[in-house]
C-alpha cells in the first residue's frame, strides 16, 4: 500500500524549544489529519484540514494543508515533556467513489529533554 | 467522547491457535477497521467494514478474517496463528463520509 512521506523520523530537543514535522506525497490529498500515539497507546487525533491552504491550530498545536494538496505541516510550539510520542500523518486519497480509507505516514519520533 | 475499546492489551498466543480480537465502538459509527503497526512499517490496513454484514479487504488481509455481526462491533479473526503475525493491532472507527478516524488502546500480540 502507499505510504506518506513523513519527515523527519525523529527529533530530539530541549524542552521550550518548537517543533515542525511534515508530510509529502507525489499524489494529491482532500484531507489531511494528524495523530499523536503515546507509548503502549492508539493514535489520538490531534487536527484535522479539509481545505488547500488551511491554518488550524489545536493549543500549541498549528497545523496547515499545503496549498498543492502534496502536504502538510505539522508545528508545535513551546514544546514540554508530556508532547513525547510518535507523530503520525494520515491522508485520505480519493480514487473515484466514496472511500474512507486514510494513507498514513511513517511517524515523527518526538524526545523531549527536560 | 468517541470510545473505542479492544478486548485484551496483551495477548500471548501459540503457533496455529485460532485467535480473535474484538473491537468496539459507542458512538454509532458505521465504519470500522483493523490495521497492524510494525516498527518501521508504520500502520497497514488489514481489513474494513462500512455496514453490518459488510467487509473489504485492505493492503494485508492474507491470514485474518472478520465479522461485522453488529454494527458497534468489528471482529478480526486469525485462523491460524503464526509467528510472524505477532505485532500491535490497532481498532478504528468512523463515522460516515467523514474521514476522522478514532482508534482504540491496541491489542499486543505475541504468537510463540
Known amino acids: 500500500g502507499q505510504q506518506l512521506n513523513q519527515s523527519p523520523q525523529s527529533m530530539f530537543i530541549q524542552e521550550g524549544e518548537d517543533v515542525s514535522m511534515n508530510c509529502t506525497s507525489s499524489?494529491?490529498?482532500?484531507?489531511w489529519l494528524w495523530y499523536k500515539q503515546d507509548p503502549g497507546e492508539g493514535p489520538v487525533l490531534l487536527i484535522a484540514?479539509?481545505?488547500?491552504?488551511e491554518l488550524t491550530s489545536n493549543g500549541r498545536l498549528t497545523a496547515q494543508f499545503g496549498i498543492t494538496r502534496k502536504d502538510s505541516f505539522l508545528n508545535i510550539s513551546a514544546s514540554i515533556p508530556s508532547d513525547v510520542g510518535i507523530y503520525f500523518c494520515a491522508g485520505q486519497l480519493r480514487r473515484g467513489g466514496a472511500t474512507n480509507k486514510l494513507i498514513f505516514g511513517t511517524g515523527t519520533l518526538l524526545a523531549v529533554q527536560p | 467522547d468517541v470510545k473505542v475499546t479492544q478486548s485484551s492489551r496483551y495477548l500471548v498466543k501459540r503457533t496455529g491457535e485460532k485467535v480473535f480480537l474484538e473491537c468496539v465502538q459507542d458512538?454509532?459509527?458505521?465504519?470500522m477497521f483493523w490495521y497492524r503497526q510494525d516498527p518501521g512499517l508504520g500502520l497497514r490496513l488489514i481489513y474494513f467494514s462500512y455496514d453490518v454484514k459488510m467487509k473489504e479487504k485492505g493492503d494485508i488481509p492474507e491470514g485474518y478474517s472478520v465479522s461485522r455481526e453488529k454494527k458497534e462491533r468489528f471482529s478480526l479473526i486469525l485462523e491460524s496463528a503464526s509467528t510472524n503475525q505477532t505485532s500491535m493491532y490497532l481498532c478504528?472507527?468512523?463515522?460516515?463520509?467523514?474521514?476522522?478516524?478514532?482508534f482504540g488502546p491496541g491489542t499486543r500480540l505475541t504468537v510463540t
Open positions: 484540514l479539509y481545505k488547500a491552504g
Open positions: 478504528a472507527s468512523s463515522v460516515g463520509t467523514n474521514y476522522e478516524q478514532y
Open positions: 458512538m454509532d459509527h458505521e465504519n
Open positions: 499524489s494529491i490529498f482532500n484531507t
